[in-house]
Nanobody, 113 residues
């Protein structure tokens, strides 16, 4: 069964950090580009960061310099390190196998004092 499972979300104070993980199974993870998306209250789902199979990354302007996407092909996992979190980063975060309908179930990130 092909699936993506996110973890690592939670409640954090402004300025804090979280690391999200997305574990893939049932697929040849290393050959796919992967992405992290988020959907905040009342907003459409948006791309936060993406990484190609070769390790090239790109980021939404709103998170550049604060978030880092990475992958560990040996562990079939993609990560999103989030630093200097802001209340506007509050959202459900999803990982996706890029250019496919395969999504994870999402993990809630709440940034609040």
């Amino acid at each position: 069964q092909v699936q993506l499972v996110e973890s690592g979300g939670g409640l954090v104070q402004p300025g804090g950090s979280l690391r999200l993980s997305c574990a893939a199974s049932g697929m040849m993870f290393s050959i796919y580009a992967m992405g992290w998306y988020r959907q905040g209250p009342g907003n459409e789902r948006e791309l936060v960061a993406a990484i190609t199979r070769g390790g090239t990354t790109n980021y939404a302007d709103s998170v550049k310099g604060r978030f880092t996407i990475s992958r560990d092909n040996a562990k079939n996992t993609v990560y999103l390190q989030m630093n200097s979190l802001k209340p506007e980063d509050t959202a459900v975060y999803y990982c996706r196998r890029q250019s496919s309908p395969l999504w994870g179930q999402g993990t809630q990130v709440t940034v609040s004092s």
